[in-house]
């Protein structure tokens, strides 16, 4: 079992930065890939942002060049830098932790871009 606590979202006017964190406790070891989804109202989750355990990672093409997924190995600890937030930004963003064949997720936060 993994357990999944995330922390940073809330409300940003158009243009703003934000940094959502994931902390990952439990069965840490052999984690396949750690990374952030999102859900806007009445659409799929879909990738944000994600690592690899082959050491790539990966990016929706909405967000690259302005989102940026950094980890702390020593804290287990997953970080999504947000920043030139877009009103399309807005969703629910989830932490995500696959070890094969188990999905984990986070509770959800709350990011909403909105002047």
């Known amino acids: 079992q993994v357990h999944l606590v995330e922390s940073g979202g809330g409300l940003v006017q158009p243009g703003g930065s934000l940094r959502l964190s994931c902390a990952a406790s439990g069965s840490v070891f052999s984690i396949n890939a750690m990374g952030w989804y999102r859900q806007a109202s009445g659409k799929q989750r879909e990738l944000v942002a994600a690592f690899i355990s082959d050491g790539s990672t990966n990016y929706a093409d909405s967000v690259k060049g302005r989102f940026t997924i950094s980890g702390d190995n020593a804290k287990n600890t997953v970080y999504l830098q947000m920043n030139s937030l877009k009103p399309e930004d807005t969703a629910v963003y989830y932490c995500?932790?696959?070890?094969?064949?188990?999905?984990?997720w986070g509770q959800g936060t709350y990011v909403t871009v909105s002047s």
């Open positions: 995500n932790v696959f070890t094969s064949p188990f999905d984990y």
